[in-house]
């Protein structure tokens, strides 16, 4: 592997020399589809939140959808500070924070990074889920072997590390959207726009049929209450009380995973051949897909399939533990819930028989296998800006001959084979929402510190002041959802999360202080503007600090009221 260490900022536009760099090899629309997978994260999770939910669901996707949306222009807005930079808007963001604490800049590329990368792991599990759902039973023995390496029931009841044909088949998709990557940025985005357009054609066909047919009962998608079950475990209609809201921060708290990602589309800006331009246009445009998409999906999934009903009460021993849990019909259904059963029932949703169903479902498969590319682009350069700026190892700042950084590629693939072993995903899902709700409440701050501290800096793209604020408002939203309805994924969930987000500060002192010995590297040294330099400064003052405490109480508050 022919790879050498380059500066981000080296290189110029389109610089030709003889050693590794990114390349500018695409425009907006390159970006468009290489983020284009985005929608198809509505997969991953439309089952357990509509599972969750309930009638509500649908109106918790157009909420969070419209919530991504307004807070992607802080976004634009931050990533036209920097054209030279890759990774995204952690590392734009980080670059606000770092002159007040050198501890916060690594923690929201961390965050960004273990938000993101899981989709790999997640996407793939899936993607072969339901291609073992099309050629075999379900009670075929390739679907029910399986070797137990670890329990890790005191994480999550029921949680474990396993080797099944899901994870065998899943690593083979890795291991193919692996090999797309190492070719660079413009073959991928080639690649991507062809899966696109196979890929997103049955997203819409599913979304707009069933609208279009008006075969979507009103019944289905109203009385707008949260899901409730009495005591013999049948549906109900809930009430707006502090149960029910919980459930719907939950849900808002899960869907920001999917309906936030398409900020993904600025992780390019290094690669853009005009940057200054094409970095709005490519988050504008993923942006409104996205809104489409997140709408009219859940509406017509839930809308055709239905809430469902109790099927079979749940088994209880003499001292009330359940040994048998209730079974549900339609959006309550075990496989629903768990994602495996999506495809199939999506498919099911538009008739015309088994062979157009499994047609279907093979699309859907291109749709997770998009979002897995998506994600490994998106994620890998935020591994190799963070380890060019001095927040990671060195090795992570490499790049092959086709300017693809192959050393974090690989990282990535090692980490989501570990998560790929996993038995619960939607548990996994939540963990890594986690950090991105972090990574998110520390990057739409950093806009106003941007502000602040740099006035008089160009902006390509300048957002409106009040979209600003909004998104700053938006913000605390956040982690007022993640503290109150985190911990519905999961006992512990919040707190394991919080966890892996502090792993950074160990992986951060080793390499600042012990490799670096203090000092970060020059070019991020010019970029983050450390030194007494006219036109920048850290004039916000106590303000970042008081945004980080009210941050850390708003959490403490939403998980104290919350009613689990």
């Known amino acids: 592997m022919n790879t050498t260490t380059v500066d981000a900022a080296a290189g110029g536009i389109g610089s030709g020399g003889g050693s590794a760099t990114l390349h500018r090899k695409i425009g907006w629309a390159g970006a468009f589809w290489v983020a284009s997978g985005v929608p198809a994260l509505v997969l991953f999770s439309i089952g357990s939140i509509a599972a969750t939910v309930g009638k509500p669901s649908w109106a918790v996707w157009i909420i969070s959808i419209a919530f991504g949306f307004l807070q992607s222009f ?14 995204g808007a952690s590392v734009y963001g980080a670059v606000a924070w770092v002159r007040y604490s050198k501890m916060l800049a690594p923690l929201s ?111 289905n998608l109203t009385p707008l209450y949260p899901l409730a079950k009495d005591a013999g475990g049948a549906v109900i209609d809930g009430a707006w009380d502090m149960a029910g809201l919980t459930l719907i921060a939950g849900g808002l708290f899960m869907a920001a995973w999917s309906t936030y990602g398409f900020e993904t589309a600025v992780c390019y800006t290094r690669e853009f051949r005009n940057p200054r331009t094409d970095t709005f246009k490519a988050i504008l445009y993923s942006g409104l897909l996205c809104i489409f998409v997140f709408t009219v999906v859940p509406l017509a999934f839930q ?89 990671l190892p060195k090795y992570l700042s490499h790049v092959n001959a086709n300017g693809a950084p192959t050393p974090a590629m690989w990282t990535d693939l090692g980490f989501n084979l570990i998560l790929l072993l996993m038995s619960d995903y939607v548990f996994v899902l939540a963990i890594s929402n986690v950090c991105y709700i972090l990574f998110n409440f520390l990057n739409l701050n950093a806009a106003w510190i941007h502000r602040i501290d740099r006035p008089t800096w160009p902006r390509p793209f300048k957002a409106p002041s009040w979209l600003i604020a909004i998104g700053t408002v938006l913000a605390f939203v956040n982690l007022a959802l993640m503290g109150m309805g985190a911990d519905i994924w999961g006992a512990g969930t919040l707190a394991t999360g919080l966890l892996a987000a502090a792993m950074i500060l160990p992986v951060f002192f080793y390499r600042h202080y012990i490799v670096d010995k203090g000092e970060f590297p020059a070019a991020m040294q010019e970029d983050m503007h450390l030194g007494s330099e006219a036109g920048v400064g850290t004039r916000a003052g106590i303000l970042p600090f008081l945004t980080l405490a009210g941050g850390a109480a708003l959490i403490a508050i939403a998980h104290a009221v919350a009613v689990l």
Not at 168 to 189: C, D, P
Request: proline residues 4%; glycine residues 12%.
């Open 74 to 87: 802080s976004y634009a807005e931050i990533a036209g500070l920097f054209p030279h930079k890759s990774g």
């Open 109 to 219: 590329v961390w965050c960004n990074w273990l938000a993101w990368s899981p989709v790999l792991a997640i996407g793939s599990g899936l993607a072969a889920g339901y291609i073992l759902s099309i050629l075999f039973a379900p009670d075929a023995a390739i679907n029910t072997w399986q070797i137990t390496l670890m329990d890790l029931s005191g994480i999550k009841a029921g949680l474990s590390l396993r080797i099944n044909a899901t994870f065998v088949l899943g690593a083979a998709v890795l291991l193919a959207a692996f090999a797309i990557q190492h070719r660079g940025i413009l073959q991928a985005a080639r690649m991507q726009m062809v899966l696109g357009v196979a890929a997103l054609a049955p997203l819409m066909l599913i979304g707009l049929w069933p609208l279009l047919s008006g075969d979507v009962p009103s019944a």
């Open 303 to 391: 809308g055709s399939i239905g809430l469902g009903q109790l099927v079979t009460p749940a088994v209880v021993d003499a001292a009330g533990t359940v040994v048998t849990p209730a079974v549900y019909d339609g959006i309550l259904a075990p496989d629903i819930y768990s994602g495996m059963g999506v495809a199939h029932a999506m498919a099911h949703m538009l008739g015309g028989g088994a062979l157009i169903e499994h047609v279907l479902m093979a699309m859907l498969v291109l749709a997770l296998v998009l979002s897995i590319m998506t994600s490994m682009a998106g994620s890998s350069r935020t591994l190799y800006q963070a380890s060019v700026d001095g927040w």
